[in-house]
């Protein structure tokens, strides 16, 4: 097995690849970074515009050579169409974070007043908790649990980012 190379060449990488719509794809691609030893931070996976076509986004940790050799062996699959690895700098993420906070009449107002301030949601009320929607990118995330962590976190579930390139061009070309 394929060891990951010491860190300080290691970056952030976001992989978006486009696969045919059918069962054990995931697993297919999933276990290419497995078996290289790669951990995967994000993973998200949805149905494209196109139906025959699903949208797999990962985040890993790699090092540029690292990710051509990944990209070289996803691209060997028959299952997989287009693999892209996107720009940091020029792309849109996003992430749905649902969070389980412990509410009661006195902390109610200042978690709302927090989840104001990051643009999120209130989507459940209870007498002893409150669930908020907070969608943005991973810095976002990080920050509105850390300020809802003093309230004590119950749950809390993470889609995994989804992501799309600026501008006119796409995964398929122009």
Do not use: W
């Not at 097995?1 to 069962?23: G, P, W, Y």
């Not at 690292?66 to 993420?93: A, G, I």
């Not at 810095?139 to 980012?161: N, P, Q, Y």
């Amino acid at each position: 097995m394929e060891k990951i190379q010491e860190k300080t060449d290691c970056e952030i990488r976001t992989l978006s690849i486009v696969v045919d719509n059918i069962a054990g794809v995931l697993y297919k691609v999933t276990s290419v970074f497995s078996r290289r030893g790669f951990n995967i931070d994000s993973l998200a996976v949805g149905t494209t515009e196109k139906p025959e076509y699903s949208r797999i986004t990962v985040k890993i940790h790699a090092s540029e050579a690292q990710v051509k050799h990944l990209v070289s062996q996803l691209e060997k699959l028959p299952c997989v169409c287009k693999v892209v690895v996107l720009n940091e700098t020029s792309m849109v993420q996003r992430e749905l974070i649902v969070i389980k906070v412990k509410a009661d009449s006195k902390t109610r107002g200042e978690i709302i007043e927090i989840v104001n301030i990051f643009r999120g949601r209130i989507i459940d009320l209870s007498p002893e908790s409150v669930i908020v929607e907070i969608t943005g990118e991973d810095d976002k995330a990080e920050a509105v649990i850390r300020m809802l962590s003093k309230f004590e976190i119950i749950e809390l579930a993470r889609t995994g980012i989804v992501a799309l390139g600026r501008g006119r061009h796409t995964i398929y070309g122009e």
